[in-house]
T-cell receptor, first 113, second 110 residues
Framework: ETGVTQSPTHLIKTRGQQVTLRCSSQSGHNTVSWYQQALGQGPQFIFQ???????GRGNFPPRFSGLQFPNYSSELNVNALELDDSALYLC????????????FGPGTRLTVT | SQQGEEDPQALSIQEGENATMNCSYK?????LQWYRQNSGRGLVHLILIRSNEREKHSGRLRVTLDTSKKSSSLLITASRAADTASYFCATGAAGNKLTFGGGTRVLVKP
């Protein structure tokens, strides 16, 4: 078990709604990355936060947004949910940008109906 | 889009046998990592190999990297039922953002 926690574990939302997912990073880690994993596929990079600033973004539309707080915990917000947003959302923390190993949380399973 | 492709997509072996899976990638990398995922949960880091390394061992795991062919392999020796999982390769670039392949689903039968 890593020290990364995510909430909630499961979530069901309706198309068009908004959702907020939360992640607490491992102690001492100042970098959080978010990934989306569709069923049967590998995770895809959404964005990364380093010391409360966005530090890179993958190929996701602006309705995917995030925040990182002074304690380095993070939120992922998705507006105007679409059916294709149904996926496992994973956050991972690391001890800085030069620390290649990432520690993943258990994920939040989002279902959009 | 995904950087790498794992091969095979699925693998079924008997306990005690070795499992080998391959990963190919497209662009230059700083490092390549292998992760394990059990039943759609979080990923667990297994091993990291840097671009200037050719082979690395960790317990029953052996990873090779051939940067000229842009490929890597993961060997699990003497497999156990607990090794049943999906295995992903991930390439790392600047700022430690990871690009994952599609994964190999391994089933180890007792």
């Amino acid at each position: 078990e890593t020290g990364v926690t995510q909430s909630p574990t499961h979530l069901i939302k309706t198309r068009g709604q908004q959702v907020t997912l939360r992640c607490s990073s491992q102690s001492g880690h100042n970098t959080v990355s978010w990934y989306q994993q569709a069923l049967g596929q590998g995770p895809q990079f959404i964005f990364q936060y380093y010391r409360e600033e966005e530090n890179g973004r993958g190929n996701f539309p602006p309705r995917f947004s995030g925040l990182q707080f002074p304690n380095y915990s993070s939120e992922l917000n998705v507006n105007a949910l679409e059916l294709d947003d149904s996926a496992l959302y994973l956050c991972a923390s690391s001890a800085g940008l030069a620390a290649y190993e990432q520690y993943f949380g258990p994920g939040t399973r989002l279902t959009v109906t | 889009s995904q950087q790498g492709e794992e091969d095979p997509q699925a693998l079924s072996i008997q306990e005690g046998e070795n499992a080998t899976m391959n990963c190919s990638y497209k662009t230059s990398i700083n490092n390549l990592q292998w992760y394990r995922q059990n039943s759609g949960r979080g990923l667990v880091h297994l091993i990291l190999i840097r671009s200037n390394e050719r082979e690395k061992h960790s317990g029953r795991l052996r990873v090779t990297l051939d940067t000229s062919k842009k490929s890597s392999s993961l060997l699990i020796t003497a497999s156990r039922a607990a090794d049943t999982a999906s295995y992903f390769c991930a390439t790392g670039a600047a700022g430690n953002k990871l690009t994952f392949g599609g994964g190999t689903r391994v089933l180890v039968k007792p």
